[in-house]
């Protein structure tokens, strides 16, 4: 059986950074004799730019039938004054909702070799290791009624909805407790339940489903205001947070900057097992387009490749391979390659593809 | 003229650093000659012990025909499972609302004798000083629909709804631009427009406004996430930020966090100009009710006394005794004399009451 990849780099350093998991792909199938079925396609600026959609129809049925998904980022100012519907950030959204990825998952982890990019002093985020689980398909992301109204007096009023429903936030609380089973133990759960009902269903259905099936994990609740701070004040008390959909987007940027090295951080967003034990699964990179730095040639591929390796452990069960990439990628930091973005003194910088091909050199050491 | 002034010391920490503003008002009138009219009453957990409501509307009217509130804190473990209409949060939410206090001005300053207690690094924030400007009496906090409804099977669905009009985000706007023009005349609006139709809107009433009244400001845009992030990765690149009311609760709390000392920072909440020229105003810590260290005579008092400063310089024009107080409060730090929550290595630790009259000391000596 071969396995099903769709790649779809979309815009900004997009593309750049998936050129160099390509080299990875081509290691493998040369040296772990690991074929991929991969097919590539546009999504957002660049699919608008081609076909006037940021996402088509046929992209969403390839997604479906793919048994992987590796997405590189979408955004770009140039599509700024593009109707609400069409914009770049559209596709994501709709493979997330399509796909049903309700869990995304935004490790946020400091890479020893890099614990000097960090803003934060080195006793504060030395080890820092923590896992967010994002709610992704629900929340005010999705909730309607929604849109702008003019109203009778010519001015206008902007709408959103935040829902949530007892199931969607049992099944990624579920994600949420299994993930801290095999780490710490710890999950800290966050809402706004002071001013938001939504925030208090959220608080009462994780607390009753950690009562039912996770007993043995620690539970603990945080409001969203106070986990912002706690984040900045000592990241290192977390192991696990649970959150909702904006919440998560917020947090998890902020826990991930505290590394210092977003261009290293790789994310999953997964949907439920279905009958035939399939699962829908999306990786991609913590860091956006970056339309300042595209088509450079200094954008960071690393957490686009090792977004790659979170694909073959999740996905495909290929937890050797996902470790040798993982390994590649340490020894190139060792040997003190960095770009531009992880760059300190005494370290040699160099640009998206040396840095590619120096991960490739060291899988083949390894 | 008197200057009727109402004193909602709350929850927790609340009556405790309360306590230590009340000696400040009396030097005020002691040395400096100002009368203050002084009434003083229950919010939150204390006023629920009492009379089984958060806030009574007694209190609400009394807001309402004081030249200024002085807010201490409110939120209490104790109440927990106290329903959602009678938490004691709601004391705070119904004051913001029904004085019409649509702007909360938090700043987010670098005390330099306390630049040692920031867990970033020194250069990150040596000279921070961000204003958030928080919109605070709209979106998500108080738009409807909302609640928890039990579906057919038995299952439950939270709600809220995030609402912005053109004038509501107008009107706090202009006092982000208007601040802005007495600092760094630098705002930047955050929001979060690629997924949020009431960002959307929020990005395009603050842009037409700018073009039309404060085009001698720089403005930029930020999306949210993107604000968490940066706000860690360089602080310093903010003069105001403008944005609603959950994006800056969240913001402002890890913007305050930057500065290490969160018993240092005040805040003001600000309504509209009436007829008369009276502009109802709230001043209240940054930090909350602190129920941890609640009774044990160790809170930080300082954002409370700043706070007051803050009110005599916004509600009563009385820069030159605010400006004495905040004098006075740097003497303090100056001389060594810390609070748990700022100590560091070398210094003297003194509790409560030790730190609010040696406020009164360095009055004196002014
Ligand atoms: C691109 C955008 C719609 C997206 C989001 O808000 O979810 C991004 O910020 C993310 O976190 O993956
Ligand atoms: C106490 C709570 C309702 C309040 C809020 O969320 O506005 C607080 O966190 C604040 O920021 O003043």
Redesign the interface.
């Known amino acids: 059986v071969t396995k099903k990849l769709l790649v779809l780099p979309g815009d900004g350093i997009g593309p750049e950074v998936m050129n160099e998991v390509a080299r990875v792909v081509a290691w493998m199938g040369r040296k772990r004799g690991v074929a991929f079925d991969i097919s590539e396609d546009l999504v957002g600026g660049a699919s608008l730019a081609v076909h006037g959609v940021p996402i088509r129809d046929e992209v969403i049925t390839a997604a479906k039938a793919a048994d992987a998904v590796l997405f590189g980022s979408v955004?770009d100012p140039k599509w700024a004054s593009v109707g609400?519907d069409l914009?770049p950030?559209v596709a994501i959204?709709k493979l997330r909702q399509e796909l049903g990825l309700f869990a995304n998952l935004r490790p946020a982890k400091l890479f020893d070799a890099l614990a000097e990019a960090s803003?934060?002093?080195p006793e504060?985020v030395a080890g820092l290791d923590i896992m967010i689980v994002r709610e992704s398909v629900g929340g005010?992301?999705f909730?309607t009624p929604?849109?702008?109204e003019t109203?009778p007096d010519g001015?206008?009023?902007?709408?959103?909805?935040?829902?949530?429903?007892?199931?969607e936030i049992e099944r990624v609380a579920r994600v949420a407790f299994d993930l801290a089973r095999q780490r710490g133990n710890r999950v800290c759960s966050v809402e706004?339940c002071?001013?938001?009902?939504?925030?208090?269903?959220?608080k009462?259905?994780v607390t009753a489903l950690h009562a039912r099936d996770y007993a043995d994990v620690e539970l603990t609740h945080m409001l969203?205001?106070?986990c912002?701070?706690q984040?900045?004040?000592?990241p290192r008390q977390f192991d696990v947070i649970v959150t909702g959909n904006?919440?998560g987007?917020?947090?998890?940027?902020?826990a991930?900057?505290?590394t210092g090295s977003?261009g290293m951080l790789p994310s999953a967003t997964l949907g439920a097992v279905d009958e035939d034990g399939r699962r829908p699964a999306l990786y991609e990179p913590i860091h956006?387009s970056a339309p300042d730095i595209a088509g450079k040639g200094i954008a960071n591929p690393l957490a686009q490749i090792l977004s790659f390796a979170m694909l073959l452990r999740y996905s495909f069960a290929m937890e050797a391979e996902a470790a040798l990439i993982e390994q590649a990628v340490a020894n190139v930091l060792a040997s003190g390659l960095r770009t531009a973005d992880i760059m300190s003194p005494g370290m040699a910088q160099v640009g998206t593809t040396v840095m590619g091909e120096a991960v490739v050199r060291e899988l083949d050491k390894l």
Not at 155 to 167: A, L, M, V
Not at 231 to 234: E, I, K, P, Q
Not at 249 to 254: P, Q, R
């Open positions: 955004g609400f914009r950030e959204l803003t934060l002093k504060v005010i992301y909730g929604r849109g702008i109203l001015s206008k009023r902007g709408i959103n909805t935040e829902i949530y429903t007892t199931s706004k002071n001013v938001m009902e939504s925030g208090l269903l959220w009462e259905v969203a205001d106070n912002a701070m984040l900045v004040r000592n904006l919440f987007d917020l947090l998890s940027d902020l991930s900057m505290l977003l956006g």
